[in-house]
C-alpha cells in the first residue's frame, strides 16, 4: 500500500500479562489492525488484539478495523455435545472491545458473519488459487477436482465448473467429519422404550453407519486436485492420497485457504502420497515449509490490501468479489 505501520508496542510483561501501547494520536482516524493467527499460541494473539482493540477505542479512534485473515476458533460454530459455540463468545468479544468492521477471508462457516454485531467482509482466496492451478500445474486439463469428504462437496463443485473439470467425492467409513463428532445424543444410552410420562414413548433410533469407504467419479489415469478450506490435521488427507492413488490417479495435489499443519503435519505430508500442498498465507507456516518442500504459498496480501483502500476509501468492495461463486 505504500504506507508506514504505525507506531505502538506489544509485549509480554514477567508474569505473562499482555501490554499495549499506542505511540502516536490515533483520535478521529481510521485503524486497521493486522493480526495473524499462530497456531502455536492463538490465545496469546487473541487478547492482544482485544486489548489493543480497547486501547485505540479508549484513545478517540474514529473506527476500529480488525483484519484477521484466519479468525480463530471457527470450527468451534456449532453446539457440541455439552460444550458451547465459541466462535460466538469471541465474536461478542471483539465487538465489546471495540472493533467496528471485520475483514477476514474463507470463514470456515458463512454463517459466522451472523455471530456478529457488525459488518464483516468475507474475502475469498478461490481466485488465486484457481490462477495458481492454471498457471502451475502442467496438464491441468486432465486433472479432476475431489471432495474428501461429502461436506467439501460444494466448494470442490465450485471449483471444478469454473476450470470445466470432472469432479469426484470420497465417501465412506475412512472418513471423519464433523458431522460424526458425539453430539450427546446418546446420553444417557438409549433404551428401547423410554417412558417421560404417561401416553408418550420414544422410539428406539438406528445408529448410524458409515458404508464402506468409496470414490465417486472416475481418478483413473489423472490429477487430483483435492479442495477444502482449513488442513490441520493431515491424516484425512493422507487416507485421501491413499485411496485415490489406489483408484488410479498418478499425481495429487492438496489445496487449502488456511495452512495450519500443526504437530506432525509437515512429516507427515513428506512420507504420504501427496505430490504438492498449496495454502496461502494467511496463517505464518514459514517453519513448516522448512520441514517439508512439498508446501507451496499463496500471497493474498493484494487482496487485504486492496480491501483495507477500499473501506478506508468509502467505495464498493464489489470488485473483490467478482466471478465468486456462492459455494466458494
Known sequence: MGIELGKAV????????????IKESVRGQDIFIIQTMPCRDVNTAVMELLIMAYALKTSCSKNIIGVIPYFPYSKQCKMRKRGSVVCKLLASMLAKAGLTHLITMDLHQKEIQGFFSFPVDNLRASPLMLQYIQ??????????IVAKSPDAAKRAQSYAERLRLGLAVIHGEAQCTELDMADG????????????????????????EKPPISVVGDVGGRIAIIVDDIIDDVESFVAAAEILKERGAYKIFVMATHGILSAEAPRLIEESSIDEVVVTNTVPHEVQKL????????????????AIRRIHNGESMAYLFRNIAVDD
Open 10 to 21: 506489544v509485549y509480554q510483561e514477567d508474569n505473562g500479562e499482555t501490554r499495549v501501547e
Open 135 to 144: 498457471e502451475e500445474i502442467p496438464d491441468y486439463r486432465n486433472a479432476v
Open 185 to 208: 445424543r446418546q446420553s444417557p444410552p438409549a433404551v428401547r422404550n423410554l417412558t417421560l410420562h404417561t401416553g408418550l414413548e420414544l422410539p428406539l433410533m438406528m445408529a448410524k
Open 291 to 306: 520441514q517439508c518442500p512439498k508446501i507451496k504459498t499463496v500471497d493474498v496480501s493484494l487482496i487485504l490490501s486492496e
